[in-house]
Every structure is written in structure tokens, then in C-alpha cells.
């Protein structure tokens, strides 16, 4: 395929097989992905922010004991027949909504493979096309007024008609966390988009040549596959996404776009109770309450 015939992205992977240890005991029998803030589960956020950003094929990437997500967009007639006769009508409308909005799939992963042997499961599905990732445990949270998280992606991919992945700054400290990205902007481009050089999959603070970090929502060409595919394992014994873009950014221009949005990683105890409190307080049902009881609380 040439540059320039590369058509818009409509398919999006998901990956939601991690087994979700650092939140243990609450995921031994629950999915992370499914924890609620304040009363919606984190991957219903993820695949409306897909939805909004014009994304119409979802594939799920889930795995042993995550069940929980396909029944949670499925329909559910009893509850239906339950809420139409309490007259909660409104509430039907919300359980059905996002299915109805895109069309959801799913893969299992069978073993722990890491992040990069996940998106692989993707290819048969994807076919030739770009396509997005947004990763399950990841909710981004634009600026107010700000596009959705992965449409600023995709307007970078259908300017640049290449892959592109979301970055952020983090302290130094934080680098070893993360796959942290090095490039520079080309002449004409702002100091927020950076035609990658080089990534690293969680570098030792001293190696790290950035302190520009891979914010969980990425969209690629469909030669990330063959990349993949030539990737060994990598940090952790793990087939790693970002020694894939490595191999991706050699072969083919590639960008990285750091964005002003505030990304919360649901799969870390403190940065779940920031995200619930957050929004807590900035939906109009609880705000209220929320702030009062805050006020309270560090008052007292
Ligand atoms: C994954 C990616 C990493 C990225 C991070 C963002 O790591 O491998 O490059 O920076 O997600 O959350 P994980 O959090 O699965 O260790």
C-alpha cells in the first residue's frame, strides 16, 4: 500500500487481558477493566472515547476470568424488562446505548504474553487497514472543550498518514514505568508533534533519553504486524509493543504527539481513587455532595 492511498480509521484493538495483580484482591474475580467510576465501569469510558473519535469496530483482547466484559455489553433483557416496569426508561437507553454505537468483537489471549503478542491477536481483524489502540485500563481525560483523546490521534494520523502514539511528560523518576519515546519535530510541525528516532521499553532512569512517556493510546499502519513479528521478548520475558514501534520507526516515518490530557492508569490503586474522586466531583449528581464531604473532611 502507498502513503498516500491509506484510507480513515474505523477499527480499534483493545487490549484488557492483563491479569491485573497490583489491584489484587478486587481483580481476582473481577476484571480491572470493569471497576467503576463512581457507577461506570473504566472500559465503557475507553470504548466511548473510541466511539466519539469516529472509531465503528471494536476488538476486545480478553482473557481467562474476564467474562464480566462481554455481558456488560451485551443486551440483558431481564433488566430491561425490570427497568421499562420500575419506569426507568432512561436507564435502558445508557445500558444500550454503546452497543448499538459500534460493533464490539473479541480474542482471547491464552497465555501472558505481553502487551505486543495482544495486538498481534488483532491482525486477522484488522486486515490491511490503520487502526487504532487504546489501552483497557487507560482513561484519558482531555482538556474542557478539547477533542476526545484518540481524535487528537487520528487527526495526526490523517495529517501525517502514519503512526502515531500519544506521549506525555513525566518526572524523570517515573521513566522506568513506561515506554519512553525520542524524536524531533520536522520543519512546519509544532514542538507537540516529534518524528520519532528511538523507544524504550521501560529504561533505567540514566538510559532514558526522554522524559516523553507512551500514554496508552497509539494508531498504527498495518505493518506493525510484521514488526511484531520480528520482535523477540523483550522487558519482563514480554513480547513488548514498543520494541515493535522500535523496529516500525526504522522502516517508516512514525510520530509521537504529546497532549495537554490527563491520563489516569486504572491498573494503579492511587491513580483509581484520584480518577473516582475527580469525577466525582465534576459530575453534576454528586459534585455537591463530594465537595462537601471533601471539605469536611480535610478540615477536620
Ligand atoms: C504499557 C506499555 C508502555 C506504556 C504503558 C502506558 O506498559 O508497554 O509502553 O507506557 O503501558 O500505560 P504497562 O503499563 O502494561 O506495563
Same mark, same amino acid.
Given at each position: 500500500?502507498?502513503?498516500?492511498?491509506?484510507?480513515?480509521?474505523?477499527?480499534?484493538?483493545?487490549?484488557?487481558?492483563?491479569?491485573?495483580?497490583?489491584?489484587?484482591?478486587?481483580?481476582?474475580?473481577? &476484571?480491572?477493566?470493569?471497576?467503576?467510576?463512581?457507577?461506570? &465501569?473504566?472500559?465503557?469510558?475507553?470504548?466511548?472515547?473510541?466511539?466519539?473519535?469516529?472509531?465503528?469496530?471494536?476488538?476486545?483482547?480478553?482473557?481467562?476470568?474476564?467474562?464480566?466484559?462481554?455481558?456488560?455489553?451485551?443486551?440483558?433483557?431481564?433488566?430491561?424488562?425490570?427497568?421499562?416496569?420500575?419506569?426507568?426508561?432512561?436507564?435502558?437507553?445508557?445500558?444500550?446505548?454503546?452497543?448499538?454505537?459500534?460493533?464490539?468483537?473479541?480474542?482471547?489471549?491464552?497465555?501472558?504474553?505481553?502487551?505486543?503478542?495482544?495486538? #498481534?491477536?488483532?491482525?486477522?481483524?484488522?486486515?490491511?487497514?490503520?487502526?487504532?489502540?487504546?489501552?483497557?485500563?487507560?482513561?484519558?481525560?482531555?482538556?474542557?472543550?478539547?477533542?476526545?483523546?484518540?481524535?487528537?490521534?487520528?487527526?495526526?494520523?490523517?495529517?501525517?498518514?502514519?503512526?502515531?502514539?500519544?506521549?506525555?511528560?513525566?518526572?524523570?523518576?517515573?521513566?522506568?514505568?513506561?515506554?519512553?519515546?525520542?524524536?524531533?519535530?520536522?520543519?512546519?510541525?509544532?514542538?507537540?508533534?516529534?518524528?520519532?528516532?528511538?523507544?524504550?521499553?521501560?529504561?533505567?532512569?540514566?538510559?532514558?533519553?526522554?522524559?516523553?512517556?507512551?500514554?496508552?493510546?497509539?494508531?498504527?499502519?498495518?505493518?506493525?504486524?510484521?514488526?511484531?513479528?520480528?520482535?523477540?521478548?523483550?522487558?519482563?520475558?514480554?513480547?513488548?509493543?514498543?520494541?515493535?514501534?522500535?523496529?516500525?520507526?526504522?522502516?517508516? &516515518?512514525?510520530?509521537?504527539?504529546?497532549?495537554?490530557?490527563?491520563?489516569?492508569?486504572?491498573?494503579?490503586?492511587?491513580?483509581?481513587?484520584?480518577?473516582?474522586?475527580?469525577?466525582?466531583? #465534576?459530575?453534576?449528581?454528586?459534585?455537591?455532595?463530594?465537595?462537601?464531604?471533601?471539605? #469536611?473532611?480535610?478540615?477536620?
Amino acid at each position: 500500500m502507498t502513503v498516500s492511498n491509506r484510507q480513515s480509521v474505523t477499527k480499534a484493538i483493545i487490549p484488557a487481558a492483563g491479569m491485573g495483580t497490583r489491584f489484587l484482591p478486587a481483580t481476582k474475580s473481577m &476484571p480491572k477493566e470493569m471497576l467503576p467510576i463512581v457507577d461506570k &465501569p473504566v472500559l465503557q469510558f475507553v470504548i466511548e472515547e473510541a466511539v466519539e473519535s469516529g472509531i465503528t469496530d471494536i476488538l476486545i483482547v480478553t482473557g481467562r476470568g474476564k467474562r464480566a466484559i462481554e455481558n456488560h455489553f451485551d443486551f440483558n433483557p431481564e433488566l430491561e424488562t425490570f427497568l421499562r416496569q420500575a419506569g426507568k426508561d432512561d436507564l435502558i437507553d445508557q445500558v444500550r446505548d454503546i452497543g448499538d454505537r459500534c460493533q464490539i468483537f473479541y480474542i482471547r489471549q491464552k497465555e501472558q504474553l505481553g502487551l505486543g503478542d495482544a495486538i #498481534r491477536l488483532g491482525r486477522q481483524h484488522m486486515g490491511d487497514e490503520p487502526f487504532a489502540v487504546l489501552l483497557g485500563d487507560t482513561i484519558i481525560d482531555p482538556p474542557a472543550g478539547a477533542a476526545p483523546g484518540l481524535r487528537q490521534l487520528l487527526d495526526a494520523y490523517e495529517r501525517k498518514r502514519s503512526s502515531v502514539v500519544a506521549v506525555h511528560h513525566v518526572p524523570k523518576a517515573w521513566v522506568s514505568r513506561y515506554g519512553i519515546v525520542d524524536g524531533q519535530p520536522e520543519d512546519g510541525d509544532g514542538p507537540e508533534l516529534v518524528r520519532l528516532r528511538r523507544l524504550i521499553e521501560k529504561p533505567k532512569p540514566a538510559e532514558a533519553p526522554t522524559d516523553l512517556a507512551i500514554a496508552g493510546r497509539y494508531v498504527f499502519t498495518p505493518e506493525i504486524f510484521d514488526c511484531i513479528d520480528r520482535t523477540g521478548r523483550g522487558v519482563g520475558g514480554e513480547i513488548q509493543l514498543t520494541d515493535a514501534m522500535n523496529l516500525l520507526a526504522h522502516q517508516q &516515518p512514525m510520530y509521537a504527539l504529546a497532549w495537554q490530557a490527563k491520563r489516569y492508569d486504572i491498573g494503579d490503586r492511587v491513580e483509581y481513587a484520584k480518577c473516582f474522586v475527580d469525577f466525582a466531583l #465534576r459530575r453534576p449528581d454528586t459534585s455537591a455532595a463530594m465537595r462537601e464531604h471533601l471539605r #469536611r473532611l480535610l478540615e477536620g
